[in-house]
């Protein structure tokens, strides 16, 4: 029939007679022919619907039916849908065609749109046959094992009970609850419904017969419920199971690592004493303890001394355990840890500071002062201060406010020292008996340090920064001061430190207000308080510039993570009249919709990048896009490639810095050629910006994974030898060089923690580091984000053992790079150190070589019994190798193919991108209780008869006195502190005279 | 309606020796080499200019050519390999085994890209056509678009949408082009859905064009209203599309409109393409006819026309004298050629206008003239010729074709004087025309251009230029500031 029919015109005829039963063939034939003569059908669409919606045709689904089809052709999916709705069962979600998938995608689609409106507004109902079809969609999806589908149709369309069916009918649970964590990050929107969505996850977790205790503190911390994560902590603790206990210190760690400072010290207090202990020390302690004592804060206190012999032994080993983890989770341990790390594996090379030293002009302070920063940068965490000291003279060039950030430089090297930073910043700290010698630029600048020593774990020196601001008038000092407090009670929404701070923003001065603003926001970071709007209403009142821009940074902070709930108050900002208050708003956006890639927020910052008047928010608009996308790294480059060749130097800046900021520390290839014109820019402060980016992205990245690393580490040395170079890329390239090497060669830029959450210390390091544009000791915030790029196994006493692990990659990969060697014209006088150095390290190196060339010749064995014949390459280079280092240590050039693997020895250097070539040997005694490849991993001890090999030991712990039983006493700790004294280098008394 | 750009040319038997047959299939290596990459790298601009080059091989095809490029590209025992080459006629043995050593020195690469295969069917199926095995084009066409209809890559739109061409002409050229309408509708529905923009074009012009073959305007108007539109991908398909818009709206009397299209079909089409302009031009001189303009004298005189244009050219003198007689004369002498036109019938519609340029002509020479004297004119033949003749007049006065007003009681019509046509605003709309034609050819000439990608970060300023940029910079403003002091 299709063949001979040319044309519908008569069956449409034939719709407009009285009879139904003309009309009904008329419809059934125009239904099956739909697909030739649609084009004509449409024509009389009007008559069909018209039937439609006649009560009394009895074929009203058949009508609607052959509407929506005809809908459908003509590319009107939306009426095609509703009219497919209208035709009922006629309507077979089961056919296999076009027009059949078309609508059901288009359902889906709407009903995803529809469904968050109706819970969040008061608007109409879905319609219900609209989401019984999705229902059954999603039913068939689950049918299918296609759960991953079924999970994100349901998470998109806020359907939890579909979710919790979802993941319940999975075949592989856990999977698939990661799985949803994952999605639930990455592409849930609203933060309300985020947490929703978690707490549902946490809900199905503890269903579980074996719940993973790790993830449901992870969603539980997001969710801000501490006492959860203090009950599952507790049960682990109370276990009989010792790895149970592991298992807890595990996750405390991760806990520590997202930096969330309030949350941790509440998950600490909530933690439930001894039972059957005496009233002897109260549970609130930990907060008093501070105040109270003199000396720095210390886990030791803690330690129930007195509590030993009352106690029955199960709840000994309880409160030995909870001792541990209270200590975990007040950041100390991991501090330590980390402190140790740093220190023992230190690789910068002061020949590079030597170089920079020598070719900066002496007159020119922007240089010497950015030497400074370089130093303190290079070494952040690993207490070496050599440099400083062998440079007193050169050093005692810094005046004034350059006086302020050298000493400030202090508190990044010694970042972490928690037990001696005071004693060490001693010498410059104000005295208490008023008048004291010293100027108030090192007064202020030891605050400063204090704060950067402490920063995020500031129990014990919060008191000591309170009494100082509150004793002094300077501004200077009140500036060091309240950026220390800042720092050191970070986003603890202390009220009375916050009273504090905002009396010295009361008093309008421009330098201390500045510092003032920054810190109220430091203290109430992510608590969108009410302080913001107090905070606004002074902006608005100010008159001093500085103040104004310290307060929109302040409040930009206080919104951090805030996502939504800033919107309002990002609105006002960024429609306000002041440029600076505009630019608070652009970091508020940054900083509230951080690692999301939130869409909106993107839109609203590029709309801002090319439409503001004022140069100031444009680039700070571009650059707070590097904080929305840093979860994205690779999305980055491309979003800001068109303005990375704008016009306007600002927004060049922004470009390079945003690019830096998100993709900081991944090397990522896409970034550097993105870069690399920009270091050559016609505008000086282009060029630093990008060559500051440059190193933020290129830190930790090794030569011979990229070779432009070493590109840019000529450039670097040109341009700082270069006498005709602006001053500003000057310093842009003395900063790089430090950023390059920053900490010893041991850390990297890390904003996101392994679990794929925001580490909060660091995302504002970073914001507030940003502000260096203005306030140049304001760069020394980079080391909150520096995090070691290290595996640090622990044992059950939370001590490193000896254990050895894979590095199933060529070592030169991530191997450190190869240290300056001075030009041959060098003075002898520095020779003799350098001599000593590279001796005692290749001795060093001679030492671990062997043990590794053992180690490695074993595991080979092992392997070739076992039947892999892969390794064979590898056994025999290692025994070579091996032999080769007994004939002769010092020649040890020899060409050589190089082995494809390399063993690592806890504690270990394990750079981000090696992380995937880690792996544990089978037969190993330890098994981590978790497959991290780095950061703080808790071992397992197989055979915990044998006696234990300790490395680290040279380092003095004061973990040592709870080990001992818990029976610590002052005269231990201050043994122990004599100890620490006596192993890292003595604070550089000399030059204190001379500032 | 032989317009197609492609079929004026169809390939002569190629009289090139053995020694062509392996440039040709070394061309033809080159091309699917051209796909392949396209495909990796998801660049349409290299299918298409792959489907260029074969256009210009299509004259070299041989069976031996075409069957050793088979066994290159798609694996032999496929089922695609085995239907394809069961088209192709077998040739004297000599032939066949020189390809097959030649197919044998090869690398036994076995393709299993989409793309290739599609293009093999594509080759074979221009081979087919060009030897006018039309039966077995049909059936080879068939078979490919099913093949396409599973696959939904956007590298094989331009490879499918020759396809769709070569498969409704092979249809058209036995004369079956009602059955496939059905697919087409449908193909044209996948290509919607799969945001196919070049298919949609290229089957809504072969719908137009099926539809229109069997006179079924009112259809192909409906289809051609309710598709989906969208910007034009291909000149060529938009040509074609210019054209049946043409001449559906010639059709239904909107003249105006169909003048426009059809002008702009045959300006816009390719100079290889002549008998689609000499079509495109047959048409716009009978609606410009209709439309009552005497289309110029050069319009008639193009290159390579002046042949095939002959008859219209004198049944436009007869319009333009006005001459009843004389149209009704050149009407029939050319009958069969407009007929196979399809033009016949605008030509019946013409006789009205006929009629009314004679009147025009009548209302300039005479300022007044007497009815009688009109119909004599216009020769009248007619029972009445005076009362037609007043009817006609009063007619083309309403229509605004004259200028003129009838004194009934004297029986004439009196012409109103005719003004100074530059006094008015027509050369300025004439004029305003025409820039905008022009503006709107340079826009979208640069909108065609291409640019190479990153061609203006080569130009980096070094850091030695630039510091001799600043000095010179510093100096200048050294110096002007010194004027400065002079001054004062």
């Known amino acids: 029939m299709a063949a001979t029919v040319s044309s519908a015109s008569g069956l449409l005829a034939m719709l407009n007679e009285h009879h139904p039963l003309l009309k009904l063939h008329a419809l059934s034939n125009l239904n099956a022919f739909v697909d030739h003569f649609w084009p004509e059908i449409s024509t009389s669409v009007p008559v069909i619907e018209s039937l439609y919606e006649d009560e009394e045709f009895d074929q009203r689904q058949l009508a609607a039916l052959l509407v929506s089809k005809v809908f459908y052709y003509l590319g009107e999916l939306n009426d095609s849908l509703s009219y497919a709705l209208g035709a009922g069962p006629l309507f077979d979600v089961s056919e296999d065609s076009d027009y059949v998938h078309t609508l059901l995608a288009k359902a889906v689609d709407e009903y995803t749109v529809l469904k968050p409106k109706e819970s969040s507004q008061e608007s109409e109902k879905v319609d219900p046959r609209l989401e019984a079809i999705v229902e059954r969609l999603l039913d068939k999806c689950i049918l299918d094992g296609k759960y991953q589908q079924a999970m994100g149709i349901a998470v998109e369309c806020h359907r939890l009970d579909k979710i919790e069916e979802a993941i319940i009918k999975s075949d592989n649970v856990h999977t698939t609850l990661s799985y949803c964590i994952n999605i639930s990050h990455a592409f849930v929107n609203p933060r309300e419904y985020r947490r929703e969505v978690l707490q549902l996850l946490v809900k199905i977790y503890q269903k579980l017969p074996s719940p993973d205790y790790l993830s449901i503190c992870q969603c539980l911390m997001f969710l801000d419920e501490p006492e959860g994560v203090a009950k599952i902590l507790e049960k682990l603790l109370r276990s009989e199971n010792k790895d149970d206990a592991l298992l807890a210190f595990q996750i405390a760690f991760d806990l520590v690592e997202n930096e969330r400072q309030a949350f941790l010290l509440n998950v600490r207090d909530l933690l439930s004493d001894p039972k059957p202990r005496p009233s002897d020390v109260p549970s609130g302690q930990d907060s008093s303890t501070g105040n109270a004592a003199p000396a720095d804060v210390d886990m030791t206190v803690e330690a129930p001394a007195a509590v030993g012999n009352v106690l029955d032994p199960s709840e000994m080993t309880y409160s030995e355990r909870l001792t541990r983890v209270r200590g975990i989770l007040s950041g100390e341990t991991s501090i330590q840890l980390t402190l140790q790390f740093l220190y023992s594996h230190n690789r910068s090379d002061l020949l590079i500071l030597k170089t920079i030293k020598q070719s900066v002009e002496m007159r020119n302070s922007v240089c010497h002062s950015a030497t400074i920063y370089a130093n303190a940068i290079m070494h952040a965490g690993t207490t070496v201060d050599t440099f400083l000291r062998e440079n007193l003279d050169w050093l005692s060039r810094a005046t004034n406010w350059a006086k302020f950030s050298a000493t400030a430089g202090l508190g990044v090297i010694h970042r972490g020292h928690l037990q001696q930073g005071r004693s060490l910043m001693a010498p410059y700290l104000p005295q208490s008996g008023a008048t004291s010698g010293g100027s108030p630029y090192s007064e202020g600048g030891a605050l400063y340090a204090l704060g950067l020593i402490h920063a995020n774990h500031g129990e014990g020196i919060k008191q000591f920064l309170r009494d100082s601001l509150r004793s002094t008038t300077t501004e200077v000092i009140q500036h060091g001061a309240c950026l220390g407090l800042g720092l050191a009670a970070l986003g603890t929404a202390d009220e009375e430190i916050y009273d504090e701070v905002k009396n010295v923003l009361y008093s309008d001065s421009a330098v201390a207000g500045e510092a003032a603003g920054i810190s109220m926001g430091l203290l109430m970071v992510g608590s969108a308080s009410e302080k913001a709007s107090e905070m606004l209403a002074y902006a608005h009142d100010t008159q001093h510039e500085k103040i104004i821009r310290g307060l929109a940074l302040g409040i930009a902070l206080t919104v951090y993570g805030r996502e939504e709930q800033a919107d309002t108050l990002i609105e006002q900002m960024t429609r306000d009249q002041d440029p600076i208050l505009r630019y608070g708003g652009m970091y508020a956006l940054a900083l509230a919709y951080r690692g999301t890639s939130n869409n909106k927020a993107i839109r609203q910052l590029l709309h801002f990048a090319v439409s503001d008047v004022s140069d100031d928010v444009r680039r700070t608009a571009v650059l707070a896009l590097g904080f929305v996308l840093y979860s994205e790294p690779e999305q980055t480059p491309r979003i800001v490639s068109l303005l990375s060749e704008s016009y306007n130097p600002h927004v060049r800046y922004g470009a390079a810095l945003a690019v830096g900021i998100s993709c900081a520390g991944t090397g990522l290839s896409e970034a550097i050629s993105l870069l690399e014109p920009l270091t050559s820019d016609v505008v000086d402060f282009v060029r630093q910006g990008a060559l500051i980016s440059m190193a933020m992205v290129m830190v930790q990245t090794s030569e011979a994974s990229d070779s432009r690393v070493g590109t840019f580490r000529r450039q670097l040395e040109k341009i700082i030898l270069d006498k005709h170079e602006d001053t500003m890329s000057k310093m842009g390239a003395i900063l790089a060089s430090g950023i390059l090497d920053a900490g010893g060669r041991n850390v990297t830029i890390k904003l996101l923690s392994k679990t794929k959450h925001d580490k909060v210390t660091a995302v504002v390091g970073l914001a507030v580091f940003t502000q260096f544009w203005y306030w140049y000791p304001l760069i020394y915030f980079i080391s909150l984000a520096f995090s070691p790029t290290a595996f640090i196994g622990l044992n059950y006493d939370l001590k490193v053992p000896k254990f050895d692990f894979l590095s199933l990659a060529k070592p030169s990969l991530f191997e450190y790079p190869r240290p300056t060697t001075p030009p041959a014209a060098t003075s002898t006088v520095k020779l003799p150190t350098a001599v000593l150095s590279t001796s005692a390290k290749a001795k060093a190196r001679a030492k671990k070589e062997a043990e590794k060339a053992a180690i490695a010749e074993k595991m080979s064995a092992e392997e070739t019994s076992s039947g892999a014949a892969s390794s064979g390459k590898g056994k025999t280079v290692a025994e070579k190798e091996g032999e080769s280092m007994q004939v002769d240590s010092a020649s040890e050039k020899k060409p050589e193919p190089e082995p494809t693997f390399e063993i690592l020895t806890n504690p270990a250097r394990v750079v981000p991108a090696q992380e995937k070539y880690i792996r544990f040997l089978e037969d190993s005694r330890y098994t981590p209780v978790k497959l991290a490849q780095s950061g703080f991993v808790l071992l397992k001890d197989l055979r915990p008869s044998e006696p234990e090999v300790l490395s680290l030991t040279d380092t003095p712990s004061s973990m040592v006195s709870p080990a001992a039983g818990g029976s610590a006493t002052a005269a231990q700790q201050s043994q122990a502190s004599s100890m620490v004294v006596d192993e890292e280098p003595q604070p550089p008394q000399p030059f204190e005279c001379s500032l | ?488």
């Open chain 2, 1 to 488: 309606m032989t317009q197609d750009v492609e079929m004026k040319e169809v390939a002569a038997p190629s009289n090139s020796t053995s020694s062509a047959v392996p440039s040709t299939l070394q061309h033809l290596k080159e091309i699917a080499a051209l796909i392949e990459t396209g495909a990796y790298a998801r660049e349409v601009r290299r299918v298409v200019r792959a489907v260029r080059l074969t256009i210009t091989l299509r004259r070299k095809l041989k069976a031996s050519v075409v069957s050793a490029f088979l066994g290159y590209a798609l694996a032999a025992g496929s089922e695609a390999h085995a239907r394809l080459v069961s088209y192709l006629p077998r040739e004297d043995e000599h032939d066949m085994e020189v390809d097959t050593a030649s197919s044998v020195t090869q690398p036994p690469v076995k393709h299993s890209l989409p793309e290739l295969e599609i293009y093999c069917y594509l080759l074979v199926l221009i081979f087919l056509i060009d030897q006018k095995k039309f039966s077995e084009a049909k059936a080879c066409s068939s078979t490919s678009i099913a093949r396409l209809r599973t696959l939904n890559r956007r590298t094989v739109d331009v490879l499918a949408s020759r396809l769709y061409f070569y498969y409704s002409y092979s249809y058209e050229m036995t004369g079956d082009l009602a059955e496939i309408r059905g697919n087409l509708l449908a193909l044209h529905r996948i290509a919607t859905l799969r945001h196919d923009e070049l298919g949609q074009e290229t089957l809504l012009n072969l719908l137009l064009r099926n539809y229109l073959h069997y006179n079924l305007y009112d259809q192909a108007e409906k289809l051609r209203s309710k598709a989906p539109r969208f910007e034009a991908h291909s000149n060529q398909q938009f040509c074609r599309y210019l054209f049946y818009l043409g001449k559906i709206r010639t059709i239904q009397l909107e003249y105006t409109d169909a003048k426009e299209s059809l002008l702009q079909a045959a300006r816009k089409a390719p100079a290889a393409a002549r008998g689609f302009r000499v079509q495109c031009n047959k048409w716009a001189i009978i609606v410009r006819l209709l439309l009552g303009e005497i289309p110029e004298r050069t319009v008639f005189m193009q290159k390579g026309m002046k042949k095939a244009l002959v008859p219209y050219f004198e049944l436009t003198n007869a319009v333009r004298v006005g001459d009843l007689e004389l149209f009704r004369v050149v009407a029939e002498k050319f009958a069969s050629t407009f007929s196979s036109d399809g033009t016949h019938n605008l030509i019946v519609r013409l006789r009205h206008n006929v009629i009314r340029t004679g009147l025009r002509n009548i209302s300039i020479s005479y300022s007044r003239i007497s009815l009688a004297d009109v119909a004599q004119k216009l020769r009248l033949d007619s029972e009445n010729p005076v009362a037609d003749a007043e009817s006609i007049v009063a007619k083309a006065i309403r229509d605004g074709a004259i200028d003129a007003t009838i004194d009934h009681a004297n029986g004439w019509m009196v012409s109103k004087e005719t003004g100074d046509v530059y006094s008015t605003n027509e050369p300025q709309f004439a004029f305003n025309s025409r820039i905008a034609f022009c503006l709107n050819m340079h826009n979208e000439a640069v909108r065609a251009l291409r640019f190479p990608p990153n061609s203006h970060k080569k130009e980096k300023e070094s850091a030695e230029k630039r510091r001799e940029r600043q000095q010179q910079e510093q100096e200048l403003a050294k110096h002007i500031a010194e004027e400065d002091d002079d001054e004062f």
